[in-house]
């Protein structure tokens, strides 16, 4: 059984890579400003491409997720679902139609058939999962990086305005500036300004907060909306947020390192223990046991006494 199921599990695997991975090439991440002009230029899909993003029906709520998680992980694209879910789609039911070819053909007086069908179904609820599982994975990886560059951006940006520049030249600005060293973090304010340019800073700052839905940005958003809204200095707010979220870091990273200890509990007390216990107990138990055997010999202090036999009295 394992010769018959080798093969058809190394021809399953090399189909869902190869043809998986040429197909998603398609699909580019945003991970500069420049990858921005790129996006822009691409077209609308083929229509095959759009109904096959369909042939496997989704709740609302899970495709409102999906949605997120693109803009998170940065595909920015407004065609970024129907390329996801395409892509998805077709490794699945490509996993599916192969997999009936196969069994259909195989001999039915052996077990290779049933074998051809748990391994299709092995492979396709994998070939399910894991996109999904990725792109979770990209979108909440990307997001932690955005949320540790934002400090530094925001003392730049805090810097622009006490110069004067105004807030939209200054996320220009900034944007170029930390190009290098947080990507994610300038393509932000970049789609930032832009939605700026396009209708208001506060819609574009809201929208911002929606994407990323994360409690630091949208406090951010909330607070530039409010300065903006009342008419104070966006600097003096900036920076004393900046500040705070540098607070907050730290105070989550000591929180993380006082969960270690209690984390290192278990393994030092089912890895450590018994060792211990061995160290410490085996050679008293060892003397013990030899003590015990010796004292039980013949002249031991824990020899049996036999009775004396009784002898007849004659007279």
């Not at 979770?136 to 955005?146: D, G, W």
């Not at 400090?151 to 622009?160: E, Q, V």
């Not at 110069?163 to 973090?185: K, M, N, Q, S």
Request: charged letters at 20%.
């Amino acid at each position: 059984m394992t010769n018959n199921l080798m093969p058809i599990i190394v021809y399953f695997t090399t189909t869902v890579l190869v043809f998986g991975m040429s197909i998603v090439r398609s699909r580019q991440r945003v991970r500069n400003v420049a990858d921005l002009e790129l996006k822009v230029g691409l077209g609308r899909p083929s229509r095959w491409r759009i109904n096959l993003s369909g042939a496997i029906p989704m709740p609302a709520a899970e495709l409102d997720s999906l949605t997120q998680d693109l803009k998170r992980a940065g595909f920015y694209g407004n065609n970024a679902v129907i390329e996801f879910l395409s892509t998805r789609n077709i490794l699945v039911l490509g996993t599916v139609f192969a997999g009936g070819i196969l069994a259909v053909l195989a001999n039915p007086a052996t077990t290779l058939p049933r074998n051809i069908l748990v391994v299709t179904a092995v492979v396709t609820s994998f070939a399910y999962l894991i996109p999904r599982n990725l792109l979770r994975s990209q979108a909440n990886t990307r997001l932690n990086r955005i949320l540790k560059g934002l400090p530094d951006a925001l003392d730049i940006i805090r810097m622009c305005l006490t110069g004067g520049l105004p807030l939209r030249d200054a996320l220009l600005r900034v944007a170029r500036e930390i190009d290098v060293f947080h990507p994610d973090v300038s393509v932000e304010l970049e789609v930032v300004r832009r939605h700026a340019e396009a209708d208001t800073m506060a819609k574009a700052l809201k929208e911002f907060s929606k994407r990323m839905n994360a409690p630091d940005v949208n406090a951010l958003a909330n607070l530039v909306t409010q300065s903006e809204r009342t008419g104070t200095h966006v600097a003096a707010a900036v920076t004393e947020f900046s500040d705070g979220i540098r607070r907050q870091f730290r105070q989550r990273a000591e929180e993380r390192a006082n969960k270690t200890s209690v984390k290192l509990l278990f393994p030092v007390v089912i890895c450590l223990a018994p060792p211990v216990f061995i160290l410490l107990l085996g050679p008293p138990v060892l003397q013990l046991r030899s003590f015990i055997r010796d004292a039980h010999k013949p002249g031991g202090v824990l020899e049996l006494q036999r009775p004396a036999p009784v002898t007849p009295n004659r007279s």
